[in-house]
Nanobody
Framework: QVQLVESGGGLVQAGGSLRLSCAASGSIFSINAMGWYRQTPGKQRELVATITNGGATNYAESVKGRFTISRDNAKNTVSLQMNSLKPEDTAVYYC???????????????WGKGTLVTVSA
């Protein structure tokens, strides 16, 4: 089994910063892409940012220039530095990882339980 645990959410004023972290643990053989997604009530979960195991990144247009994703392959962690936060960034943020376990032939997507980010105006 694989577990993803997020941390770092909270309440911040508009214009402020937060850093989210996610640690993957369990029977991990390798991790391909890792990423962050977010969801607000009544809306579909949307991509925020992803990063491959080689370091290639992809961002949603709405966060480009404000958010930075990074990962530590040795520690199986991924982080999201969020700057210049806006009220519309308020959401539950979920960590995602494509993990190949020791017994699986193909990688599978795993999700954390989410961490709430609230940006006040």
């Amino acid at each position: 089994q694989v577990q993803l645990v997020e941390s770092g959410g909270g309440l911040v004023q508009a214009g402020g910063s937060l850093r989210l972290s996610c640690a993957a643990s369990g029977s991990i053989f390798s991790i391909n892409a890792m990423g962050w997604y977010r969801q607000t009530p009544g809306k579909q979960r949307e991509l925020v940012a992803t990063i491959t195991n080689g370091g290639a990144t992809n961002y949603a247009e709405s966060v480009k220039g404000r958010f930075t994703i990074s990962r530590d392959n040795a520690k199986n962690t991924v982080s999201l530095q969020m700057n210049s936060l806006k009220p519309e960034d308020t959401a539950v943020y979920y960590c995602n990882a494509e993990v190949r376990t020791a017994v699986a032939v193909f990688p599978m997507a795993y999700w954390g339980k989410g961490t709430l980010v609230t940006v006040s105006a």
